[in-house]
Each structure stands twice: as C-alpha cells, then as structure tokens.
Nanobody, 123 residues
Framework: QVQLVESGGGLVQAGGSLRLSCVAS?????MAWFRQFPGKEREFVAA????????YYTDSVKGRFTITKDNAKNTVFLQMNSLKPEDTAVYYC???????????????????WGQGTQVTVSS
C-alpha cells in the first residue's frame, strides 16, 4: 500500500502562486494531481511519468502550472502560478504502479490517493 502525503495548499490572491508537494512512501510509475470542486467529480490537472519525466496537463492550466518530480525522494511537485479564483478546489495527489500512458488523465486508473489539500484563490 503506497502512502501519499500532500502539503502546500492555502489561501492566495488571484495572480499569486502556490507550490504543492506530494511524498510517496515508495516509487510508483506515475504520479498526478487532480482537483475537486464542490459537488463535482475529481478532474485531472497534471501527471508525470517517473521514468523519463514526461508531463501532461489539462488545457486550463497549461502555461500556468508545472509538475515536476524528485525521484530520489519519491516526491512530485505542482507549481501553480497566475492562480485564478476558478482554480479554487481541493487538490489530490494520486499515484499508480502500473498505469499506462493513455490512462494518465483518468482518476479511476489510480490506485493510491492522498488526503487532499485545499487551495483557495481570492479575487
């Protein structure tokens, strides 16, 4: 069972930045960030393959968010710049040991999840 621990959420003004971190208890094939708005299902934000480092993003965050990794520490980061009020959500870290590339954007494809961290962007 892989344990994921997230940190870095908080309150920031529009246009500001936050960096989320997620530490995994062991190495996985890929790690990702999803977010959930009240009353909605989790939606894909970004993912990264831990071997090679290829990153993937949902269109609404391209150019503003960057996902990176530190393989030595089994850690993935989400640098969020130019934040908007519509980015306000609970952000979840996800990981999986056997996920395939075509499934990186699907929440159901991940076996392991963090507890979530709140990101609030004020206008």
């Amino acid at each position: 069972q892989v344990q994921l621990v997230e940190s870095g959420g908080g309150l920031v003004q529009a246009g500001g930045s936050l960096r989320l971190s997620c530490v995994a208890s062991e190495r996985t094939r890929a790690m990702a960030w999803f977010r959930q708005f009240p009353g909605k299902e989790r939606e894909f934000v970004a993912a990264i393959k831990l071997s090679g480092g290829t990153a993937y993003y949902t269109d609404s965050v391209k150019g503003r968010f960057t996902i990176t990794k530190d393989n030595a520490k089994n850690t993935v980061f989400l640098q969020m710049n130019s934040l908007k009020p519509e980015d306000t959500a609970v952000y979840y870290c996800a990981a999986d040991k056997g996920i395939i590339q075509s499934s990186l954007g699907r929440a159901s494809a991940y076996d392991y999840w963090g507890q979530g961290t709140q990101v609030t962007v004020s206008s």
